[in-house]
């Protein structure tokens, strides 16, 4: 794990453990000399006179600093599937206007548990007392008028389509007028939000829709992490901040329940390589603690958990909005987009967009030039592109046929979601398993009306192979993961073996696992391509699982070598009270076995006897 010491604002390290190694220390400010953090308040709306109260500039501080620092160490590359280095450890050094109240432990332990939830790291905070701040950030409240006379809440506004139906939803459904606030850490991002809401504004003139954007942003260096795990809490800091400081109490961050509470669309996605951006945990964790930090009410509410994507773009439709779609960003990498093509296509948000619009009809208003690619039509690059694409179609079919037994059964992380809603734990369990019903039906009835408009393109062969829709009729996505993963390994072994001991036999069982190590390292690069979220582990003497954390994205090697009949009936033995071991353990296991001079008679009957049992794959090599 890495473990950086975080100096905030010309910090001194002397208030960090003493006694802790660091692998570096990061420097962050905000202020000159040697500032590389930008803090900025652009109201476009209103002039500004008053300074922000200084717990509020507090919070959005220390919000950013933890963004920055996000953003600044690497997590493990691309190759570490299991996630085991993604996870970091920060110790900040943080000056305040009032050290006291930030140490209060109520204050520091609830922020502590609210990002460690979020970003599946681990934090540290030494707060002390700061002197005179060159204020940089200031909210103009005016003399004779309040800031945006009429607004009654905060409405977050990223410029993607959920948190566009959020304020429209606020108005015409609540009756509510909010203030929307939005992050932009990019010209081309402040662009597209200012555009969107000048025509939200143009298309609604029953309110005015006042817009507040805050530019935090680095300066001088870019950042080399972009899971971003924290992003969302800079997000409410700044709303919690601007709410206090106009005595607001409602807080709105709008998205759609599926996405806000994040499945995992295969088992290969779990841990920290899941987002939890407006998780209902970490939404009541935050809840609680800028209750504690301000001593006021706030409600910070997602009103959408119960809602699909395609749901609230029904509600786009009824209030006669369907034409703002196309001005709508939901591409989760937002980095060298261009304004022409400003969503990748292949992208989990773009993907869960795409179907929730052919669900809803209104592809006309969704044009997919402005996708870099057409998840179902254009060749998708193998590896994360394509597993993504199978993933989230493989994992609707499945919902779209499990009972709310198997449901729970197979996603025992919702009964953390019941425990965070405020509704009673039976109805709640039964709103989750209907809203991911309906999204499952959705993707079904996307895919199967896609496959149907394309179909005489796909048996004209003018479809690539590795486009979604050729996927979906080859029946990829009905496969497991871990099963094409384990023929891959298999033909690899198959022939790295055979080629290596074609002129002499194998004399000793280590010397196979050597020569199978050797075959699997050679194909590893394509591999890692190929399935960049599998992995594989080599047993050589016994299953270790005390350091594995998710068997559905890990394939077991055994590798055995038959030298006589007594050793045969040995290794069968062995086989069948390893497999008990596995199988309690919901593992999948691929045992090779080496058959020097024929004692196995029958292949088809060796490999059906030990294949009967789930997640078990044979292959007999000479």
């Not at 004779?144 to 977050?156: E, I, K, Q, R, T």
């Not at 998708?380 to 609707?396: I, K, N, Q, S």
């Not at 055979?498 to 000793?508: A, D, G, M």
Request: glycine share 4%.
């Amino acid at each position: 794990m890495n473990n950086t010491l975080v100096l905030c604002n010309h910090g001194d390290s002397r208030a960090a453990p003493q006694s802790m190694p660091f692998d570096g220390t990061l420097s962050i400010n905000p202020t000159p000399p040697d500032q590389n953090l930008k803090l900025h308040v652009d109201n476009i709306s209103h002039r500004i006179l008053s300074d922000v109260n200084s717990l509020a500039h507090d919070l959005l501080e220390i919000a950013a600093y933890t963004y920055y620092a996000d953003c600044s160490i690497k997590r493990g590359e691309a190759a570490n599937v299991y996630a085991d280095k993604w996870q970091r450890r920060f110790e900040l050094v943080v000056p305040v206007s009032d050290p006291a109240r930030w140490s209060n432990p109520e204050v520091k332990d609830l922020l502590k548990e609210t990002l460690e939830f979020l970003t599946g790291d681990e934090f540290s905070f030494n707060f002390i007392g700061c002197g005179p701040r060159l204020r940089q950030l200031h909210l103009n409240l005016g003399d004779s008028l309040p800031a945006f006379p009429g607004s009654d809440c905060v409405c977050l506004f990223s410029g993607g389509i959920d948190s566009l139906v959020g304020s429209l939803f606020l108005l015409k459904e609540r009756n509510e007028r909010p203030l929307l606030v939005s992050h932009r850490s990019v010209p081309v991002m402040d662009a597209r939000q200012k555009s969107l809401v000048k025509l939200v504004q143009d298309r609604n003139q029953e309110w005015q829709f006042p817009h507040l954007s805050v530019w935090i942003n680095r300066m001088g260096n870019r950042a080399v992490e972009n899971t971003q795990r924290s992003r969302s809490f800079l997000y409410l800091s700044i709303a919690s901040a601007v709410a206090f400081q106009l005595g607001m109490k409602k807080i709105y961050i709008c998205e759609n329940g599926v996405v806000s509470i994040n499945i995992p669309i295969s088992g290969q996605t779990v841990g920290t390589l899941l987002t939890r951006t407006t998780h209902p945990k970490f939404l009541a964790l935050f809840n609680e603690f800028v209750k504690k930090l301000f001593e006021t009410d706030f409600s910070v509410e997602n009103p959408f958990i119960f809602s699909t994507k395609t749901e609230l773009l029904d509600m786009l439709m009824r209030w006669n909005q369907s034409e703002l779609l196309q001005a709508t960003v939901s591409c989760s990498y937002t980095q060298g987009k261009t304004k022409l093509q400003p969503q990748c296509g292949t992208c989990s948000q773009c993907i869960g967009r795409r179907f929730s619009v052919v669900a809803a009809g209104i592809e006309e208003h969704d044009k997919t030039e402005y996708y870099e690619k057409d998840v179902f039509l254009d060749s998708l690059d193998e590896g994360r592109e394509t597993a993504f694409a199978e993933g989230y179609v493989r994992t609707a079919f499945e919902i779209d046929e499990m009972d709310d037994v198997q449901f729970f059964s197979r996603y025992p992380e919702l009964e953390e979601t019941v425990h965070f809603l405020d509704i009673p734990p039976d109805d709640c369990g039964q709103k989750l398993y209907d809203l991911f019903q309906r999204h499952a039906a959705e993707v079904v009835k996307g895919a199967t009306g896609k496959c149907s408009d394309h179909q005489k393109e796909l048996l004209a062969g003018r479809l690539p192979d590795n486009c979604l829709i050729s996927m979906l009729a080859h029946r990829r996505h009905l496969l497991n993961p871990v099963e094409v993963y384990a023929e891959k390994i298999a033909r690899i072994l198959g022939v790295g073996l055979r080629i290596n001991f074609q002129t002499e036999k194998p004399k000793t069982e280590p010397r196979l696992q050597e020569s199978a190590q050797a075959a699997l390292a050679a194909a590893d690069e394509r591999l890692r391509r190929e399935s960049p979220m599998l992995s594989y582990s080599a047993v050589s003497t016994k299953p270790d699982f005390a350091d594995t954390h998710d068997y559905n994205r890990l394939l077991f090697i055994e590798i055995k070598l038959v030298t006589t009949r007594p050793k045969l009936n040995k290794i069968i033995t062995e086989i069948t009270s390893r497999i008990t071991i596995y199988c309690d353990q919901g593992a999948f296991v691929l045992f090779v076995v080496y058959d020097n001079d024929d004692f196995i008679v029958n292949d088809e009957e060796f490999i059906r006897d030990l294949e009967k049992h789930d997640k078990i794959r044979v292959i007999v090599i000479r």
